[in-house]
């Protein structure tokens, strides 16, 4: 099983920045891609941002042109740098991974969430 580990969020005011860490363990060969959620209170889970083995890129429109997805492959760690933060950004963020299809890896969960890394921005 892949097994995935958040860090980095804390307390920030309006207008600061946060750089969010998943490390990824366990059958890593087998994630196709990986992806940051954010649930707020009363809300639904959202996309926030995802990112393949590849390297290829999305956002969510609220996330693009202030959020950055990264990864260091030689690490399995993905990363999620925050600038420009909004008191709506405000959530638990939740590191997600995918598995590949091929016959080595069907064993495994299709997801595999994080337990969450609290960010709040204050206003």
């Known amino acids: 099983q892949v097994r995935l580990a958040e860090s980095g969020g804390g307390v920030v005011q309006a207008g600061g920045s946060l750089r969010l860490s998943c490390v990824a363990s366990?059958?890593?060969?087998?994630?196709?891609?990986m992806g940051w959620y954010r649930q707020a209170p009363g809300k639904e889970r959202e996309l926030v941002a995802t990112?393949?083995?590849?390297?290829?890129?999305n956002y969510a429109p609220s996330a693009k042109g202030r959020f950055t997805i990264s990864r260091d492959s030689a690490k399995n760690t993905m990363f999620l740098q925050m600038n420009n933060l909004r008191p709506e950004d405000t959530g638990v963020y939740h590191c997600?991974?995918?598995?590949?299809?091929?016959?080595?890896?069907?064993?495994?969960?299709?997801?595999?969430w994080g337990k969450g890394t609290l960010v709040t921005v204050s206003s």
């Open positions: 997600n991974s995918v598995r590949l299809s091929s016959a080595w890896c069907t064993d495994l969960d299709m997801d595999t």
């Open positions: 990112i393949t083995v590849s390297g290829t890129t």
């Open positions: 366990g059958d890593t060969i087998c994630i196709a891609y």
